[in-house]
């Protein structure tokens, strides 16, 4: 299914560290489990990781359907974490919203960089829109 309009990018406010959390954990459930990470210092991790400073959630048609975590270090603009809500999934709205954070780096001179997972599903789509492994780790 593809999107009608481009998803919409707002700063996020404290009240919306629950929604993330939801959102983190449900997409970050099975890493968790097979990594056999614990849980409660997943959350406390979690915690001390998301910045309302660096979060922007993502609406449709006001409507949330997501969020993502970025910040600018050493001229390059980062991409955290990017999770949209499962029910919402492939239908382009993490396509949209990356599209926009080349866009805005580009505009500002700067290269995109992100890490991911390396059996997550979106790793797909980061490699259809250019992004190229330049290093792993275990």
């Not at 919409?8 to 459930?29: I, N, Q, T």
């Not at 239908?91 to 997972?117: D, F, N, S």
Request: charged share 30%; hydrophobic share 40%; glycine share 8%.
């Amino acid at each position: 299914m593809a999107l009608t309009s481009r998803p919409a990018l707002r700063a996020a406010h404290p009240e919306d560290f629950d929604y993330c959390a939801r959102l983190y954990f449900e997409g970050m459930d099975r890493v968790i489990k097979e990594l056999n990470l614990n849980m409660d210092s997943q959350v406390t991790d979690f915690r001390q990781r998301w910045d309302v400073e660096q979060v922007r959630i993502i609406t449709l048609q006001d409507t949330y359907v997501g969020w993502l975590q970025s910040f600018v270090k050493d001229d390059t603009l980062f991409l955290g974490q990017l999770f949209v809500d499962s029910a919402l999934r492939r239908q382009g709205i993490g396509t949209g919203v990356v599209k926009g954070l080349i866009e805005e780096a580009a505009r500002a001179g700067r290269a995109v960089m992100l890490g991911v997972v390396k059996d997550n599903p979106a790793l797909r789509l980061y490699e259809r829109l250019g992004f190229r492994t330049t290093h792993e780790d275990e």
